[in-house]
């Protein structure tokens, strides 16, 4: 079977319609309708009733998602293993969210190049979803996201448990909705947020990235929700101060991985990011880090 007929068919899964299917591979709507309709007639099967809302699964398509991602994520180890550097035995791919590469994962590249020299590693960084994604099609390995989303056939291993706390450059640890960055630290705290502020106003800046908002508000002034071991030694410096009442949230960060992919080179690099996340930089001052695997 040609494999790209495999990942345009978890595509379509992923996307809901062929439209956006073709869309996210660059290809027109009738290639993609020739793949699948190539792919129903090796089967024998119709994989998809489609309808005005986009594409829903048979029967027979539902059985098949598990094959295609066996097929896919096997093709995608073989070729990595084929195309592995001189001197290097095996390798791994890791991908995470923009929040997080720094500083865990570039700890994480250290830890490896220490603990397992002869492994090729590649780390890319990535939108959650769309690492998500690639975890099922087998472009990488596994992910390191805040508050992952449960899917089908995932794993989500607990990595530390941080708190996200409102600080001020306010010397008396009051702000005001003129001085508010809105930080982006996914659905999860957008609602959290939304329900403990239903009355604010939209903040005047927005802000998809931490580190950017920090410089930002460390330069000009104002207020915004960070992780509590990143604005730790401001806090101490007295460059930032909490805000008064302001609600504390969760932000757990986990590595995200198939089940059938736990074990070799992996369960190694998944000892380097426990490592790595044990280290006092990354966790709440106040809080024990997590260091037990939760599925």
């Known amino acids: ?126 939108m959650p979803g769309r690492l998500l994604d690639r975890i099922q099609d087998g472009s990488l390995d596994a992910a390191v996201l805040y508050n992952p989303p449960q899917r089908a056939g995932l794993v989500a291993e607990l990595l530390l448990e941080e708190k996200l706390v409102m600080v001020t450059t306010s010397q008396d640890g009051r702000t005001d909705a003129d001085r508010y960055v809105q930080v982006d630290w996914g659905p999860s705290f957008s609602a959290n947020h939304r329900a403990a502020f239903p009355d604010q106003p939209d903040a005047p800046v927005t802000v998809s990235l931490g580190p950017l908002a920090l410089t930002y508000i460390l330069t000009v002034g104002g207020a915004g929700y960070f992780r509590a071991g990143t604005v730790a030694p401001f806090l101490a410096r ?42 006092k930089a990354y966790a709440d001052p106040s809080q024990p880090v997590a260091a037990r695997p939760a599925v």
Request: glycine share 8%; proline share 4%.
């Open 1 to 126: 079977m040609d494999i790209e007929l495999a990942r345009t068919f978890l595509e379509i899964v992923a996307s809901g319609s062929f439209v956006a299917a073709a869309e996210r591979l660059h290809l027109t709507q009738t290639a993609v309708s020739a793949r699948i309709r190539t792919l129903e007639q090796q089967l024998g099967r119709s994989l998809f009733v489609r309808n005005k809302a986009g594409a829903r699964l048979t029967p027979a398509g539902e059985r098949f998602v598990r094959h295609a991602n066996s097929l896919v994520q096997g093709w995608e180890r073989a070729r990595q293993h084929v195309a592995l550097p001189p001197g290097r035995r095996e390798g791994i791919s890791i991908g995470g969210e923009p929040s997080i590469w720094h500083p865990l994962l570039a700890d994480w590249l250290v830890w490896m190049q220490r603990a397992c020299p002869d492994v090729a590693l590649r780390v890319d960084i990535d």
């Open 238 to 279: 007295g460059e930032l101060h909490r805000v008064r009442n302001a609600p504390e949230f969760s932000h757990s960060a986990s590595v995200v991985y198939t089940a059938e992919g736990d074990g070799g080179v992996l369960a190694r690099a998944r000892e380097g990011l426990r490592a790595a996340a044990r280290r």
